[in-house]
């Protein structure tokens, strides 16, 4: 597996504020990509997915933005609240559009980032 | 049941003995994967598990970790002969095509 830091990337914001957590993926192949929240003690929770035949996609209060020329995700998170604090992970699939039931190699997680929200 | 299931949740266990971590996917869901989460990191892929059969197993750690699964729902993970370095929280998922659900995991401790 991927080796990794003890120390995740922390991202601090003031309640109320909006967010940006950045992701950089590894594989240009890659069709189909997923942003996760995990709270502590908890598992990883769907927040948002995007298709590579996209380069936007809303929910409610959150918005991914996808730019494969960089091989780029991000996901923004507008007046965010205390229960957004958590760790976010975004993930990459390959092959989901191509028919491979759901990708062969499962999954391929970024490192995930702390979000802290400040009161 | 509604969501992914996993038991037990907490397991502690003495070095040198072997456990069993369960996965009770969503009714349906083809697809199950195990991943791995220790302490303040990322999530690390084990297995992944399309109907019974385990087309890529390229990220179990080493010949003392194996996984089934029967009847396309329930899978156990089983480490042998466990080492400190395998305390982690387990995590299972289960997709139908895309879309996965994570289960909360069992948090493994070996003493």
């Known amino acids: 597996g991927e080796s990794v830091g003890l120390h995740l990337p922390t991202l601090s914001v003031q309640e109320g504020d909006n967010s940006i957590i950045n992701c950089a993926y590894s594989?240009?192949?890659?069709?189909?990509f997923i942003w996760y929240k995990q709270e502590s003690g908890k598992g990883p929770q769907f927040i948002i997915d995007?298709?590579?035949?996209?380069d936007k996609r809303q929910g409610q209060r959150v918005t991914v933005l996808l730019n494969k020329t960089v091989k780029h995700l991000s996901l923004q998170i507008a007046a965010t609240q205390p229960g957004d604090s958590a760790v976010y992970f975004c993930?990459?699939?390959?092959?989901?559009?191509?028919?491979?039931?759901?990708?062969?190699?499962?999954?391929?997680f970024g490192k995930g980032t702390h979000l802290i929200i400040q009161p | 049941g509604a969501g992914v299931s996993q038991s037990p949740s907490n397991k502690v266990t003495e070095k040198g003995k072997d456990v069993e971590l369960r996965c009770d996917p969503i009714?349906?869901?083809?697809?199950l994967y195990w991943y791995r989460q220790r302490l303040g990191q990322g999530l690390e892929f084990l297995i992944y598990?399309?109907?019974?059969?385990?087309?890529?197993k390229s990220g179990l750690p080493s010949d003392r970790f194996s996984a089934e699964r029967t009847g396309e729902s329930v899978s156990t993970l089983t480490i042998q002969r466990t080492q400190q370095e395998d305390s982690a929280v387990y995590l299972c998922?289960?997709?139908?095509?895309?879309?996965?659900?994570f289960g909360s995991g069992t948090r493994l401790t070996v003493v």
């Open positions: 009714s349906g869901h083809t697809a």
């Open positions: 993930a990459e699939n390959l092959g989901l559009l191509k028919g491979s039931g759901g990708g062969a190699d499962g999954l391929t």
């Open positions: 995007i298709r590579s035949n996209m």
């Open positions: 598990f399309q109907g019974n059969s385990a087309p890529d």
């Open positions: 594989n240009s192949a890659s069709d189909y």
């Open positions: 998922a289960s997709s139908p095509d895309y879309g996965y659900t």
